[in-house]
């Protein structure tokens, strides 16, 4: 959420990034709203603070009149017509401060200066590893990990509906050999705290890490209930300091985090549906990082390079894109998508999202540090990213390891955690 006083104070500057953006035309009337609580909330204030003087200034009048033995009637009336018009004001105060957050709850982070402008065309790699392997001859992922027994999509449907997979036997173990491994190097080399978190929110945890109230619609809600499923593990363990102050001697610190996550938009777009592609539940390890604001770019490339060092250990081609203001998330000031080649689709599949927000997402969740003793707490900055999304991962192992007979090898890595060499 941007600081209030950017409508009075940047105001040039957030349009010019709603038009980096591409986001404008549909923003403007938002912005223009701004602007005008902007000045009619300080407009208020001031005035709610003259008569609060004024009403000091008559009660010391009134309370010197009855001292003296002398009549303060009117005085008194004077005094009760300023109280109502106090909470008249105030009334009106709450109201346009109440609209003024609902403004700002729906407009996008600023984006940083290196990020591309435009839409997705001005996507850009930045990096790439590996070579990616050729597509003939290589089977979809989907018809070898049925084939295997490996995954069984037909019963996932059944029991769930759409966009459900059950893996079974070693496409099960699979899945837990990803987790195993992923956690284990990020807490052993990477320097994460492992924590295990709930797959059940608040609304003031979704709302503090953006996904609410813009992308409600795209949430599982719980009946009767002001609780969602999380759609990444980034929502819990983002919000694990809200409202607090954190120690400044513990900056930056990261967080790592296995979940469950849900997503009702998926295959919403028409594509990539087919296989493990795109799911309404998947598994996924999540890295969440505070820091302060001069360590956020720092922060934000070792975050990427954790995620990229998991993709070469196993062996996986990928790239790194530099996505544009357009192709950035609502809360991003800047996002790296990590993306490896799958064969058997001809594509390549984002299997991690490293973002920075700044300080965007702390000043929803009101999570400060403070610099140094005595001085002002200042937000952090937070950053997050997955380490990595298993989908895709073993659409991407099934596809690159497959081989002319149709078995597919395991990458070395994950040998000792899955007890096998071959699919």
Known sequence: MHDPRVFREQVELLRDAMRRRQKLDDLAPLLDRGVALELERRT??????????????????????????????????????????????????????SELRDILLGIPNVTLPDVPEGGEEANKVVRTWGEPRKAEGIRPHWEIGEEKGLIDLQRGAKISGSGFIVFRGLGARLTRALMNFFIDVHTSEHGYEEVWVPVVVN????????????????????????????????????NLYRDEIVDASTLPRGFVAYSSCFRREAGAAGKDTRGLLRVHEFDKVEMVRYCTPEQGDEEHEK??????????????PHRRVLLSAGDTGFG??????????????????????????????????NIRYRPAAGEKPKFVYTLNGSGLAFPRIIAGILEHYQQADGSVTVPEVLRPYLGADVL
């Not at 945890?205 to 109230?213: I, R």
């Not at 949430?219 to 983002?238: C, G, K, N, Q, S």
């Not at 975050?303 to 996986?316: C, I, K, S, V, Y």
């Open 332 to 365: 991003a000031a800047r996002c790296y998508d990590l993306e490896i080649f799958a064969p058997g689709v001809g594509k390549w599949l984002e299997v991690s999202s490293c973002s920075t927000f700044v300080d965007f997402q702390a000043r929803r969740a």
């Open 303 to 316: 975050m990427t390079r954790h995620a990229e060092t998991l993709l070469e250990r196993l062996g996986l």
């Open 44 to 97: 208020v204030i001031q005035a709610v603070e003259e008569r609060k003087a004024a009403r000091n200034a008559n009660s010391q009048e009134v309370a010197r009149r009855k001292k003296a033995g002398e009549s303060a009637d009117d005085l008194i009336a004077s005094g009760r017509e300023l109280g109502e018009s106090i909470q008249k004001l105030e009334g009106e105060l709450a109201a346009a401060e």
């Open 203 to 238: 609304r003031a945890s979704m709302t503090g890490t953006t996904q609410l109230p813009k992308f409600e619609e795209d949430m599982y809600a719980l009946r009767d209930e002001d609780l969602f499923l999380i759609p990444t593990a980034e929502v819990p363990v983002t």
